[in-house]
């Protein structure tokens, strides 16, 4: 069974950083990519960032403007997410959402997400 | 950037009833990279449909896909209790990752 458990959420103040951590178990995770999602309260999705399986190659969503760095290790069976600079508008439920493939861009697993509250 | 709309915003119906929910894109989607998602308060999404019209594993046959170009919709037959839910369309690929905002499936 897949799971995704993330952690590493929490208030921080504007400026502030986090890293958030998405352990997986449950399938082989080294041969599939990895995404984070987002989710600001009572509102929709927001695609963040992917990495691929090997974690050579990673994509974010323009509004981040380079604040948000995705990571994984794959000995460790773990996805990362460090956020700086953050700001209010980037309170969300974060979820770690895997691949459906080694090369996929399709999500088909989330995590229960962790909530990150950004607020002075 | 490709947008996605939604519609409606909130469909409500009664169990057993037909719902069909409205996915647009700003412009033509080339690929077939369109998904569908449900989420329930509380809950994380789950995946629906991929490939337009692809049931995802253990996916009731009561949902459907369909749609080409900029017109996609998803088509659940025979409403059950637990389909009332929140739902999204979402392009995915190397291209753009974007969501659609929603809809919002309530019990009437």
């Known amino acids: 069974e897949v799971q995704l458990v993330e952690s590493g959420g929490g208030l921080v103040q504007p400026g502030g950083s986090l890293r958030l951590s998405c352990a997986a178990s449950?399938?082989?995770?080294?041969?599939?990519?990895m995404n984070w999602v987002r989710q600001a309260p009572g509102k929709g999705l927001e695609w963040v960032s992917f990495?691929?399986?090997?974690?050579?190659?990673?994509n974010y969503a323009d509004s981040l403007k380079g604040r948000f760095t995705i990571s994984r290790d794959n000995a460790r069976n773990s996805l990362y997410l460090h956020m700086n600079s953050l700001r209010v508008e980037d309170t969300a439920v974060y979820y770690c959402?895997?691949?459906?493939?080694?090369?996929?861009?399709?999500?088909?697993?989330w995590g229960q997400g962790t909530l990150v509250s950004v607020s002075s | 950037e490709i947008v996605l709309t939604q519609s409606p915003g909130t469909l409500s119906l009664s169990p057993g009833e037909r719902a069909t929910l409205s996915c647009r894109a700003s412009?033509?989607?080339?690929?077939?990279?369109l998904a569908w998602y449900q989420q329930t308060p509380g809950q994380a999404p789950r995946l629906l449909i991929y490939?337009?019209?692809t049931r995802a594993t253990g996916i009731p046959d009561r949902f459907s896909g369909s749609g080409s170009g900029t017109d996609f919709s998803l088509t659940i037959s025979r409403l059950e209790p637990e389909d009332f839910a929140v739902y999204y369309c979402?392009?995915?690929?190397?291209?753009?990752?974007?969501f659609g905002q929603g809809t919002k499936l309530e019990i009437k």
């Open positions: 959402a895997k691949g459906a493939g080694s090369k996929s861009w399709l999500i088909d697993y």
């Open positions: 449950g399938f082989t995770f080294s041969t599939y990519t």
């Open positions: 990495i691929s399986s090997s974690g050579t190659y990673t």
């Open positions: 412009q033509s989607i080339s690929s077939n990279y």
């Open positions: 490939e337009i019209s």
């Open positions: 979402q392009l995915y690929g190397s291209s753009s990752r974007t």
